[in-house]
């Protein structure tokens, strides 16, 4: 899977840019405030509807402007697609081949894998961050996910206004609630595991750290049936909390996701060093078992690469991507850039301009 021609207009600084993109190795180049991170941004926001940078969708429009859209062709074997989105005054607009689409129809068509230093909140911040995470890379592989996420979630607020309400049908909703949440828990853990594997079998490790990422408590339980009774536990032992607070407090939405590296808990205890290269060895495990799933690789944005990695290790690992897939990789240093040899096309980024180097 590849993106092919990109086209931008009011984006963050980039104002109107079109470029034409290869399978393989594309090399962004530019000093610092340029744009490049936003070039990436553009292309996860193409390719999944949001940013990961930000939740406020505003921010994304050039200051002054109305409104933003991307354009991008997605290429995957003999399938192509125009994908188009368009963002004004807090509406969101999607586009496939020209006709607008609701977002489930506009799912899936590309899919992008982001490392960023913008993105270690997933790491640092909140829990909600690390089961987006994981969420977001399961609904990639198996588009039912979404669906179960989203039933999921209804049923979560539909419980929570009955526990608000006090109404006598609680029981009604908590049937319900626990087959949808035994459901995803079991796929997330599923999840989960085929991560775990690609980060043990995969071994980017710097300096050789063990990463690892654990779901909920140990032990957990397999098969959907065990998770419904291990809920069903977790529900009876939170009973009166849960009518105190008035809304449901074990779940899928609850549930802890731990990131490790040698064994101790990264938010607290991991280096920025180590931060970083477990965030980036998260990314290449999501773009292994995408690529194991589904047979062809999701494209891989990685920001500023070369300052996280000497410069051989991170010339390796982009050549490494791009042989299997598309790459989109920035830099502030034309030197490493040029370095990458002929297999790298190069861009040059300035002021918001993108040109073919
Ligand atoms: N909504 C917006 N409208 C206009 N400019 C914006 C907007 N949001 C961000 N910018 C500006 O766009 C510029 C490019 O930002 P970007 O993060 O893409 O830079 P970069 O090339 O990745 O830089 P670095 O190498 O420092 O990471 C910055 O000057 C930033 O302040
Ligand atoms: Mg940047």
């Avoid at 991170?314 to 598309?326: H, I, K």
Wanted: net charge positive; proline share 3%.
């Amino acid at each position: 899977m590849w993106l092919g021609r990109l086209e931008l207009h009011d984006l963050r600084n980039l104002r109107d840019v079109a470029l034409e993109m290869e399978p393989g190795l594309n090399v962004f180049v530019g000093r610092n405030a340029q744009g490049k991170t936003s070039l990436l941004e553009a292309v996860a926001l193409l390719a999944r509807g949001r940013s990961f940078r930000t939740e406020d969708t505003r921010a994304l429009i050039r200051h002054g402007a109305p409104a933003l859209w991307a354009r991008g062709r997605a290429r995957e074997e003999e399938r192509s697609n125009e994908l188009e989105i368009e963002l004004f005054a807090g509406t969101r607009r999607l586009r496939v081949d020209g006709r607008e689409v609701p977002a489930r129809s506009y799912h899936g068509r590309l899919e992008a894998v982001v490392y960023s230093t913008d993105r270690l909140r997933v790491v640092r911040g909140p829990m909600r961050e690390r089961r987006a995470f994981l969420d977001r890379g399961a609904a990639a592989l198996w588009p039912s996910y979404r669906q179960a996420l989203r039933d999921y979630e209804r049923v979560v607020l539909q419980r929570n206004a009955a526990l608000v309400a006090g109404t006598p049908d609680l029981a009604a909703w908590d049937e319900q609630f626990l087959g949808l949440a035994a459901g995803l828990r079991q796929r997330r853990a599923v999840y989960v595991e085929r991560v775990r594997g690609a980060l043990a079998r995969e071994s980017f490790a710097p300096a050789g750290e063990r990463f690892d990422v654990r779901l909920g408590e140990d032990g957990e339980p397999a098969g959907e049936s065990a998770h419904r009774e291990r809920l069903r536990r977790e529900m009876d032992a939170r009973y009166r909390d849960e009518r105190r607070a008035r809304r449901s407090l074990v779940g899928p939405h609850r549930d802890a996701v731990t990131l490790t590296v040698n064994g101790q808990e990264a938010g607290e205890f991991a280096s920025s060093g180590q931060a970083r290269s477990l965030l980036l060895a998260l990314a290449l495990a999501a773009l292994t078992v995408y690529r194991e799933e589904r047979g062809t690789s999701a494209v891989a944005l990685l920001d500023d690469l070369d300052s996280e990695l000497d410069e051989e290790r991170a010339t390796a690992l982009c050549r490494e991507v791009a042989r299997r897939g598309q790459a989109l990789v920035t830099t502030a240093h034309p030197g490493w850039a040029r370095r990458l040899g002929p297999l790298a096309r190069l861009f040059a980024v300035e002021e918001g301009q993108v040109r073919a180097d």
